[in-house]
């Protein structure tokens, strides 16, 4: 490994720590002499930054990108691009191929979130106080600590087909193998590739969704799981009854979480099947179009859609956020 250009590096980051201390140093100097209303300065002063990074990283290419939802490339003026009016938002939903990609998403905000809750849930609730209680926790939230391009990876090996008359390599198809049945390409067939992707964002996010549920489980007061064990519940009444309606808050937490996250997937379908076969989803189909393709109109459409998509998430999010701060 060549290592000439580093010590190079490792002086620009000691400058730009020096530079960072710097300014932080003056600004508390400045503040310190401010004679009136120093909260509020001080206040102002350490937002400004926020809010300039904040304008010039997310406000401003939010518009940009808006406004770049109505243009296509001009074919008359290659790398110029044209007004389009809503010519590429009907193409988002009439082409069959971005209709397939739209229905891929929905399929991934269904089932993720509500299968990952599910696992984290039920799992919690099998695992709570039991003996190794911890070891048992870590084998779920190992995933966790794994970065969904190697997650990828891993499970493209389990997926792997070799043809019937070779030693098999995907333990998926060693399985099928050893039961009599023949080794399947499992992430060419769709709509079944799709799900065998899904699986993957399933396996990582129940261990963040156990986490959480578990934490609020041991938060239920003891004096509501005694009361309602001398009243002589079963264990499905407990929790139906007890242990879902105390943990609600947590469980919409998890979920809208995990519904973000699973409306950006990404690395995935890229590390697994480059979006291939009918695998794509709306992210990789906005990467796809907006560089690869060099058509920013169209990937700047779906970014804008999935912008929309998100927003009503976050604003429900941030609403009951309020309301649990009321209720306290």
């Given at each position: 490994m060549d290592f000439s250009n580093e010590?190079?590096?490792l002086l620009e980051l000691l400058y730009g720590v020096i530079?960072?201390?710097a300014v932080v140093g003056?600004?508390?100097f400045v503040l310190d002499k401010l004679p009136m209303r120093k909260d509020r300065w001080v206040a102002l002063t350490f937002l400004f930054p926020a809010g300039l990074l904040l304008t010039i990283g997310l406000i401003v290419p939010a518009i940009r990108t808006f406004i770049l939802s109505f243009t296509k490339p001009d074919i008359a003026n290659p790398g110029q691009n044209k007004f389009a009016g809503f010519e590429n938002y009907v193409w988002m939903f009439t082409e069959p191929e971005s209709r397939h990609t739209l229905l891929n998403t929905l399929l991934w905000v269904v089932l993720v979130p509500t299968v990952s809750t599910a696992v984290g849930l039920i799992y919690s609730v099998l695992v709570d106080r039991s003996r190794g209680e911890a070891f048992a926790k870590s084998l779920i939230f190992m995933p966790m600590a794994i970065s969904f391009v190697g997650a990828g990876i891993i499970w493209k090996f389990i997926y792997e087909y070799r043809p019937e008359d070779e030693q098999q390599l995907g333990l998926l198809n060693q399985i099928v193998v050893w039961l009599g049945g023949s080794p399947q390409q499992w992430l060419l067939k769709g709509p079944w590739n799709t799900l065998f992707l899904i699986v993957v964002l399933i396996w990582i996010q129940a261990g963040f969704a156990m986490v959480v549920l578990s934490a609020a489980i041991k938060a239920i007061p003891a004096e509501i799981v005694e009361a309602a064990r001398l009243d002589g519940v079963t264990p499905w009444q407990m929790f139906?009854?007890?242990?879902?309606?105390?943990?609600?808050?947590a469980l919409v937490v998890v979920l809208v979480t995990i519904t973000i996250g699973t409306l950006k997937v990404?690395?995935?379908v890229r590390a697994m099947t480059g979006g291939n076969f009918g695998t794509s989803v709306l992210a990789y189909d906005m990467y796809n179009w907006a560089f690869p393709f060099?058509?920013?109109?169209r990937g700047s459409t779906l970014a804008v859609f999935l912008f929309l998509l998100v927003t009503p998430i976050v604003i429900y999010q941030i609403r009951n956020l309020r309301q649990q701060r009321e209720i306290r």
């Open positions: 010590p190079p590096k530079g960072f201390l003056l600004l508390l139906w009854r007890v242990t879902v309606p105390s943990i609600r808050p990404f690395d995935i060099d058509n920013t109109g």
